[in-house]
């Protein structure tokens, strides 16, 4: 099974696709960045970001999509733009017809660490250990995208129908 893992920003949306196997182990496909200029219009941004999920979905046919739901408890201005960015990534996901899924910040900290307030330091190491990797996932939004993949996969668990390999 392969799980699309997306951490919704505008500037930079975070992905992380991996590949999970009915034993529980999961390994990373692969991860990274959509990056938007501060320079370009806001539409712009916003179909670049469409367009990026897309293509991500297309290259790496994932059979369910994660998000990162958003919390913000400050700044309203900058929550309407990664709102924005976040349902153009959402539509991009739906239309893609696979089954799309959403977890809290502190769902994701805890299934990653075990720990609903994990500082991203933490949840960088566990990300690397738990998909082998040589090093922390960089930047901070694919290492956030693959912790919402991991936590996908954690949540559905090996046993489930949704892990037969077809």
């Given at each position: 099974m392969i799980i699309l893992?997306?951490?919704?920003?505008?500037?930079?949306?975070?992905?992380?696709?991996?590949e999970c196997?009915?034993?529980?182990?999961?390994k990373a496909l692969d991860y990274g960045v959509i990056e938007t200029s501060a320079g370009v219009p806001f539409p712009?941004?916003?179909e670049r970001l469409y367009l990026g999920v897309r293509q991500l979905i297309e290259l790496y046919k994932p059979n369910q999509i994660a998000f990162e739901e958003l919390f913000f408890a400050r700044n309203t201005a900058t929550a309407l733009l990664v709102g924005a960015a976040r349902g153009v990534a959402v539509l991009a996901a739906q239309?893609?017809?696979?089954?799309?899924?959403?977890?809290?910040?502190?769902?994701?900290?805890?299934?990653?660490t075990g720990n609903g307030h994990a500082d991203k330091s933490q949840v960088q190491e566990m990300i690397r250990i738990l998909l082998r990797l040589k090093a922390k996932p960089r930047p901070d939004d694919a290492a956030d995208a693959l912790a919402v993949a991991l936590c996908?996969?954690?949540?559905?668990?090996?046993?489930?129908?949704?892990?037969?390999?077809k």
């Open positions: 893992g997306i951490d919704p920003g505008y500037a930079l949306l975070g992905y992380g696709a991996i196997t009915r034993t529980g182990e999961a712009e941004r916003l239309q893609s017809d696979r089954p799309l899924y959403e977890y809290t910040p502190m769902q994701i900290k805890s299934a990653v996908h996969a954690n949540t559905l668990g090996p046993a489930t129908e949704e892990f037969q390999i």
